[in-house]
């Protein structure tokens, strides 16, 4: 079957299990599919996630708050397996409706806060702890667009580019193309911007890359749909600088074994509780201040 064989019916139906790799878990309902109370720490801060880029967000941006002497950024972090369904648990539901990570608690104040949307996150915890996110009013406002253009952009490199290249149950050239050339445009627009400033937002490492570098940066640096060669992504010098720097940075390494599942033994830290849960990773820990 391909595109060119397909004609649409006058009312779309959903057949169970058509749809590849995440069938399982794909469906046109929202809310709970069962009961499942999710588990909580001792930290102020509760995270509920997966190493995906959007849940990488997260765990770099607490960590980086953590690298700066942020004690209250401290957090447990809990794996959501998505391949399980178990997104769609009544207690992760009640704290992201919409049944996708990240999903953030606040526990530090008389009552919890629900934080969800992987940009949310990230601008409450800047706000919060008054770091990454730039207070003069210019400064302010490149950063924000960057960030927002990261939540608008990256559906296109995910759902549609990675999808197709890599998840699709089988190979559809026309949306190969469209997303293939959508997502080297993106990464035109960050190369052109990254030539001109060392960070996405200017002269700081903000918000704006930590949103940006699990997408774009992963991708350049061949950890993404294995699609590097495909994308010719050594065409993009000025993101692949950019890219390097901050792979190289301790609390975007610590960031991106955090929930991380599927991988070898010395590479994943399915549970984070406390910055000592890195030692047996041989990774840095946070720089006391």
């Known amino acids: 079957m391909t595109d060119s064989t397909y004609t649409p019916p006058r009312v779309w139906t959903w057949t169970p299990g058509n749809g590849g790799r995440f069938a399982n878990i794909n469906r046109p309902v929202s809310g709970a599919t069962h009961d499942a109370a999710l588990p909580q720490g001792a930290q102020p801060l509760q995270l509920y996630s997966l190493a995906t880029p959007n849940g990488v967000k997260v765990t770099v941006m607490l960590e980086e708050l953590l690298e700066l002497g942020h004690a209250g950024a401290e957090y447990d972090a809990w794996p959501i397996r998505i391949g ?10 009640a704290v992201n409706p919409n049944s996708k990570i990240p999903a953030l608690l606040d526990c530090s104040g008389p009552e919890p ?36 253009w990261q ?27 469209r997303y293939a050339m959508e997502t080297k445009r993106q990464l035109d627009v960050l190369d052109r911007r990254l030539a001109e400033h060392p960070y996405v937002a200017g002269d700081e490492y903000t918000v704006a890359d930590i949103a940006i570098w699990p997408w774009y940066g992963q991708l350049v640096l061949g950890r993404l749909y294995g699609a590097a060669e495909f994308l010719q992504v050594h065409e993009y010098r000025h993101v692949l600088r950019w890219a390097q720097a901050i792979d190289a940075r301790p ?8 929930n991380r599942l599927n991988a070898a033994e010395n590479e994943q830290l399915p549970q984070r509780h406390s910055a000592a849960d890195f030692v047996r990773l041989g990774l840095p820990l946070p720089a006391t201040r």
């Not at 990230?122 to 302010?140: H, N, S, V």
């Open 251 to 258: 609390a975007v390494r610590r960031g991106c074994v955090v």
């Open 151 to 177: 939540m608008g952009s990256a559906p296109f490199l995910g759902g549609g580019f990675g999808h197709f290249y890599a998840y699709a149950p089988f190979k559809i050239e026309y949306a190969i193309d």
């Open 113 to 148: 806060i629900r934080v969800f949307e992987s940009g949310a996150i990230l601008m409450y915890l800047a706000e919060k702890f008054g770091a990454l996110l730039p207070t003069a009013a210019a400064a302010r406002a490149e950063c924000l667009s960057w960030l927002f």
């Open 84 to 93: 399980d369904g178990e997104q769609f648990g009544s207690g992760f539901v």
